[in-house]
């Protein structure tokens, strides 16, 4: 069940509005509850609108004598809408009656037991939802204290719905950006757009914040956007306070430009919290000796790990930070798969913020390599991106599962969404290049050889490795790679150790991806690998690790350290 709650300032009005049945929808208005048991019902009298009068002049009846005191509230009417999700059954009038006695005694319209509260009516004009009117002020003549009566009804009717067996509506934590308005929607509507100025002011500033490596360039980038006029706010002393932007074309009734703060947009859009997020980005270094992709795509292979052993404040900014990577990478990804890609953007967006305040530093590295892969020209086959996006999916996968033990219900659905999305960019992505792959089939005998390795490597996904229809492209990757110079053993044996293989739908992929990116990089020297097998012998159970894994240049992160 979902309630929305606003204050006004006609009582007439609102009840006007409630028993008007000329409005589309509105039918059998009629009374289901009230303060009183014998309050006037419209709906059931002959004289409907001598009714309404008698009504209206019952509910104002503490609002007109706390006015003759010189104490009424601004706004002295109340007016709450529940209504039912699609699939609920139809509930009865004495039903309906329960719930609004118990949201008007939740929010503190009505206390339970309290002679004093409110006067209120609940009016039912169609059958899955209801309208509770009331007047805030009491029979004592004080203001009803009604703070934070949007989530103390929620808390209400997320019990009514275990007790009515309704459907469990998924609620947030109100960090959501805020929903266009049905005004919004409809002036979409009536331009033949899909989506709201609102929305795709978003979506444009989202892309240019995860392009953008500082706060000036952030600025510089948002003032040369075709289609968008931008505001710059600023200081006395001249220093930039915030911004807002607004789509061209998009006017009021003056014919001026709607404009939108960044706040407005999303929570973390506001100039103060951008600005946190690119200074907390890692400088990428020049020249640069490694593939941004591959940077990009090792960053987020951690993401996992991060997930799973890291403070829920390091957490946050990895996911934020991810979230960033996913707007970015419309820009560098082939047209056909690029609606699928914004939407899963649009989609895990709500998955980037929860309460957790994100402590962004911990995301430097990902940060940094994704400015610099927007830089890079779009890569000519689709390998670089398929790598990444199977990155992206088990980082989706382990976002989804971290938000659930935190019971974060809508930033769940949303990692869900966006895996549906991600899946078919992949699928569409990595189509050819497996195919390419598969064709470099090697010997038998050296399928042989990988065959028996792998068993060795990774017991308990041998089975499926061997068995996985990718398993000739990663048989051709193994042999190239030990082609080059490198050892199969170990490169398989870093691909499963620095990733879990258990939510990988296609083992065989995963590993093709990581041996690949791993291989592409020089091959270790004789003494980086006495050096290994020496701190691999004084540490036992640490897995051996290439230097491949990331550039010299690179830190190694704090986890690793510790490890």
């Not at 009629?30 to 009504?55: E, I, K, Q």
């Not at 978003?202 to 505001?231: G, K, W, Y």
């Not at 010299?552 to 704090?558: G, I, K, L, T």
Request: hydrophobic share 40%; aromatic share 4%; charged share 25%.
């Amino acid at each position: 069940m979902i309630a929305k709650i606003k204050n006004g300032q006609s009582t007439t009005g609102l009840i006007h509005y409630l028993f008007d049945t000329r409005k589309k929808g509105h039918t059998d208005p009629h009374l289901v509850a009230a303060w009183d048991s014998f309050a006037p019902d419209p709906g059931r009298a002959n004289d409907a609108d001598a009714t309404r009068r008698r009504l209206v002049a019952d509910l104002d009846l503490h609002v007109k004598q706390a006015d003759r005191l010189g104490r009424p509230p601004e706004k002295h009417v109340w007016h709450c809408s529940v209504r039912a999700a699609e699939t609920d059954r139809t509930l009865s009038d004495e039903e309906w009656a329960d719930i609004a006695r118990r949201i008007v005694a939740a929010t503190g319209i009505a206390p339970e037991g309290d002679p004093d509260g409110c006067r209120w009516v609940t009016v039912r004009h169609a059958p899955d939802h209801i309208h509770i009117a009331a007047t805030k002020v009491r029979a004592d003549l004080r203001t009803a204290r009604h703070w934070n009566d949007y989530l103390t009804a929620d808390r209400e009717l997320a019990t009514i719905e275990k007790e009515y067996d309704l459907f469990q509506v998924v609620r947030g934590d109100r960090t959501a950006a805020k929903r266009p308005t049905r005004a919004e929607q409809e002036k979409a509507k009536r331009a033949g757009q899909t989506r709201t100025a609102r929305e795709r002011l978003r979506t444009t500033v989202r892309t240019i914040m995860a392009a953008a490596t500082s706060t000036e360039e952030f600025i510089s980038l948002l003032q040369h956007t075709d289609n968008i006029l931008v505001d710059i706010k600023h200081f006395p002393s001249g220093d930039v306070r915030g911004y807002t932007v607004a789509l061209e074309g998009d006017t009021n009734a003056k014919q001026e430009p709607i404009w939108y703060s960044g706040s407005q947009l999303a929570p973390d859009l506001s100039l103060p919290k951008i600005r946190k997020r690119l200074d907390a980005t890692e400088p990428q270094k020049s020249p640069r000796t490694t593939n941004p992709w591959h940077q990009a795509t090792v960053a987020a292979e951690r993401i996992p790990h991060r997930l799973e052993h890291a403070e829920d404040a390091a957490a946050q900014a990895h996911l934020a930070a991810f979230g960033e990577a996913l707007d970015a990478l419309p820009l560098r990804a082939p047209q056909a798969i690029r609606p699928q890609l914004r939407q899963a953007a649009e989609a895990f967006e709500r998955a980037t913020r929860s309460r957790v305040q994100a402590k962004h530093q911990h995301a430097r590295a990902l940060r940094g390599a994704v400015r610099a892969m927007v830089r890079e020209p779009a890569p000519r086959d689709g390998a670089l991106l398929a790598m990444f996006l199977d990155a992206a999916i088990l980082v989706v996968i382990a976002a989804a599962r971290w938000h659930q033990r935190r019971h974060h219900d809508q930033q769940v659905a949303a990692a869900h969404q966006t895996l549906i999305h991600l899946q078919a960019a992949y699928e569409h992505t990595a189509a050819a290049p497996l195919t390419a792959l598969a064709q470099c089939r090697p010997p038998q005998q050296v399928v042989e050889r990988h065959t028996l390795l792998i068993r060795q490597t990774m017991p308990d996904h041998a089975t499926q490795v061997v068995e996985d229809p990718s398993f000739d492209a990663l048989t051709a990757v193994l042999a190239t790679a030990k082609k080059a110079g490198h050892d199969p053993e170990q490169l398989l044996q870093q691909a499963t150790d620095e990733r879990a293989l258990d939510d990988a739908r296609s083992p065989a992929r995963v590993l093709t991806w990581r041996v690949e990116r791993l291989s592409a990089g020089p091959v270790p020297s004789d003494r980086a690998r006495v050096a290994r097998m020496r701190s691999a012998a004084r540490w036992p159970g640490t897995p051996v690790r290439p230097t491949t894994v990331a550039p010299a240049s690179q830190p190694p992160s704090p986890q690793a350290r510790r490890r």
